[in-house]
């Protein structure tokens, strides 16, 4: 009895193991996703499309993106026939499958079989699903939003008490495709002197140069012949939350001191104060301290250039510091949203000194 117990466990732990090979194997032969930074592949029926619950879908992913001169949407959106969907599309970076139990056409019965008879039965018996994120669903580093509800109105009105977070999902990983694409190759040598001399880490991309170093404030920037990208830190003490009643003035207190022109005192680095493209400010975690988010345009003080920033203002308790750090760009009559991805993607890199450290930027 003894040995056959040994057995039966020997049988059952060589299935067990046979079947995490199979289930490895499977992963291996997954493609690697691939697809635009910030483009969407969207599985959703023809008409609901054309509807009420499409409108929504564009209300919140074909939105502009804050802060920038011109109209762009935050993302690109391809809309896919459910009947016409293949290896191709499900290799894409980013998919969005929308679906609701209301909807019996011959493209919403395709989405659903996506979909097992549980889940479906869940969604059926408890309203409060709406939404799933799978990673890595059909290819390797992908990311699958589904979508779903008993009904479309009910769909709708999830989606929009819900928008920051489904909008999040993509914008993150757009942000974590850019730093992919940016960070293959560093300025190590620069990252590593600013860490020695001020404390805090930053990942600097290569071709990226240091303009300007004081006590507290770094200046970094790429320059390229058809634009150019930039990106300051600042550090002062923390003494009150005055700084926060209105970030711009603190922001243009800020350029206007650390970034003049050297030659001609007179320019300097300030804000666009338009009505058109008023500045978005945000309350945020910034890796688990308390900091404003804000976007909006800057612009040379005699008007000859201006373009897109991003900015975060972030507060140090431990060592009653504030930071404020800034990505900004200038790229005339071009398109600039990637390019503001691409400083917000370093700025996410950055990381405040321990408690030892903090005197150094002050």
């Keep these: 009895m003894k040995s056959f117990i040994i057995f039966l466990f020997g049988v059952l732990l060589m299935v067990s ?39 929504q879908v564009k209300s919140m992913y074909r939105a502009p993106m804050p802060g920038l001169p011109q109209a762009e949407p935050m993302f690109d959106i391809s809309k896919v026939n459910p009947l016409k969907i293949n290896d191709v599309f499900r290799s894409s970076t980013n998919m969005i499958f929308v679906m609701t139990l209301d909807s019996q056409t011959g493209q919403s019965e395709r989405i659903k079989e996506y979909f097992t008879n549980k ?20 290819a390797k580093g992908q990311i699958v939003l589904y979508l779903f509800s008993q009904t479309e109105d009910l ?6 008490e819900n928008r920051d977070q489904l909008i999040g999902i993509f914008e993150n990983s757009a942000i974590e495709n850019t730093k992919d694409k940016l960070f293959k190759s560093k300025e190590t040598a620069l990252m590593k002197a600013l860490k020695e001399d001020f404390g805090f880490e930053i990942s600097i991309p290569y071709g990226w140069d240091l303009a ?17 990208q930039d990106i300051f830190i600042h550090s002062d003490l923390y003494t009150d939350q005055s700084i926060f009643e209105n970030i711009g003035a603190y922001r243009d207190r800020i350029t206007e001191t650390f970034l003049r022109d050297s030659e001609k005192p007179d320019k300097y680095i300030t804000r666009q104060l338009q009505e058109y493209v008023p500045m978005e400010t945000k309350q945020i975690s910034f890796k688990g301290r308390f900091a404003i988010e804000a976007r909006g345009l800057w612009k040379i003080s005699d008007n000859s250039g201006g373009g897109p920033f991003v900015s975060y203002t972030i507060v140090d308790e431990a060592n009653q510091r504030v930071y ?3 990505g900004y760009v200038y790229s005339p009559g071009t398109n600039k949203k990637n390019l503001v991805r691409e400083v917000n993607a370093i700025l996410s890199t950055f990381s405040l000194p321990p408690a030892e450290n903090a005197a150094a930027m002050q």
């Excluded at 194997?25 to 592949?41: N, S, Y």
């Excluded at 889940?119 to 059909?138: G, P, T, Y």
């Design 155 to 160: 769909l709708i009105k999830k989606m929009e």
């Design 324 to 326: 404020y750090i800034e």
């Design 212 to 228: 300007k170093q004081n006590k507290n404030f770094v200046w970094l920037r790429r320059l390229e012949p058809t634009f150019e």
């Design 17 to 55: 193991s046979c079947q995490e090979a199979r289930n490895q194997m499977k992963e291996d032969l997954k493609p690697t996703a691939r697809g635009e930074v910030g483009e969407i592949i969207l599985i959703m029926d023809s008409t609901q499309w054309a509807g009420p619950l499409g409108e």
């Design 119 to 138: 889940s479906l039965k869940m969604i059926q018996s408890d309203s409060s699903l709406f939404m799933a994120v799978h990673r890595d669903e059909f």
